[in-house]
């Protein structure tokens, strides 16, 4: 399978990731809370432009 890769600077990109056996981890402060820091860290280090972001107990 070929990754798509585009250089246009207007693409968009939809991500998104299920828990493993859909546990509802993200119930807890403490998960939610290390999901947004890491997100933070993780656009110090890669720039990008985020729009939003959604976290629900089972997927994010």
């Keep these: 399978m070929k990754l ?8 968009f990109h939809y991500v998104t ?3 493993f056996n859909r546990v ?4 807890s402060e403490t998960a939610r809370s290390f999901f947004i820091e890491t997100l933070a860290e993780t656009r110090n ?16």
């Excluded at 280090?45 to 997927?59: A, E, N």
């Design 24 to 27: 509802p981890v993200f119930r």
């Design 45 to 60: 280090k890669h720039p990008f432009k985020l729009i939003g972001y959604v976290i629900m107990p089972d997927h994010i």
């Design 4 to 11: 798509f890769k585009s250089h246009d600077v207007n693409t």
């Design 17 to 19: 990731a299920v828990t």
